[in-house]
C-alpha cells in the first residue's frame, strides 16, 4: 500500500520545479537570472520546488560571500510572499543547514520526496542516487553524506573547506574524464525499482543535465518521466498546472 503523499496539490494550483542552478559567484548573470525569477514566475506560483544544486558549491550556511545575500533575501522575499518554497540536497549543496533554512524560509525535503500533482503520484528526487553505474560517485557519497565526516568538515575554517572543496572539484573533474556518459546517466534499472516501491506515475529529477520528457513501462503501467534542465546558459523550470507540465525556458536578465 502506497503512503500518502507528503503534499497535496490540485489541478488549480501552480506549482515549480527547478534544480541544477549551480550559482556561483563567478557566474553573477545565472544570479541575476535566479533573482529575476524569484521576483517574477515564482510569485505566481503556491509552491516552488528546488531539486537540488542550486549552489555549485555550499560549504556551510556560515559562508560570509556578500554575494549570497543576493540569493537568500530573494528567497527570502519570495516565501515572504506566501509562496512555499522546498530545497532538496543535491551532490553539490548537501551542507545547507537549518541556519539557511531559516534564514530563506525553505523547508528541507528528504532525498526522496512523493507529492500529489492532481490525480498523479509524482516522485521527486536530484537524480544523483539513480546513478548506480557510478560506483567511484556512491562510494564516495557515502563518504560525504555521514554525519561525523559532515561535523569534521564544517568544524574547519572557511578558508579550509573553501581549499577542499576546490579541491574535489578537481578530483571530480579528473574521474569524471574518465568515466563514460552511459555510465553517469541514470540506471534503468533503479528507475524502475524506485518507481514500483513508491508505486508513483511520474519522476521529476535533474542532476544528469540532459532535459527530457520520456516514458517508462514499469510493471505492465506507464510512468511518465521529466529531467530538468541545468541553468548554465539559460535559467528553465518546470511548471505544472491544470493537469499540465510544461518545461519553461527563462532566458537570461
Ligand atoms: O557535480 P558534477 O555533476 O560535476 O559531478 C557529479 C559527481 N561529483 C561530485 C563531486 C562534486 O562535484 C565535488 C564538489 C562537492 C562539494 C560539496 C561541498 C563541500 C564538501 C566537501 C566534500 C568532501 O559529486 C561525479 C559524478 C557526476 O556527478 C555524474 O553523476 O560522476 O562523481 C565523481 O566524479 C566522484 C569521483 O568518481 C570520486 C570522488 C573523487 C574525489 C576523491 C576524494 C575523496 C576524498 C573524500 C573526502 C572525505
Ligand atoms: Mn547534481
Redesign the pocket.
Known sequence: MADTPRAQWSDAATVLFIADLHLDPGRPRMIDAFRAFCAGPARTARAVYILG?LFE???GDDDDNPVWDRVLDAIGALSARGVAIHFMPG?????VGDRLLARTGMSRLDDIEVIGLGDRRTLLCHG?TL?TD?G??Q???N??RSPE?QQD?LARPLAE?RR??A???G??????SG?SAG??DVNANALRALCREQVVDRVIHG???RPGHDRWTVDGKTVERWVLADWFTAGSMLRAHGGVIESVDLGTT
Request: glycine share 6%.
Open positions: 544544486d558549491v555550499w560549504i551532490n553539490r549543496d548537501f551542507l544523483d546513478c557510478d567511484a560517485y562510494a564516495f557519497r563518504q560525504v565526516w568538515f573547506r577542499i572543496a579541491g574535489l572539484r578530483d571530480s573533474g579528473d574521474a569524471m568515466k555510465q553517469m542532476h544528469t543535465h
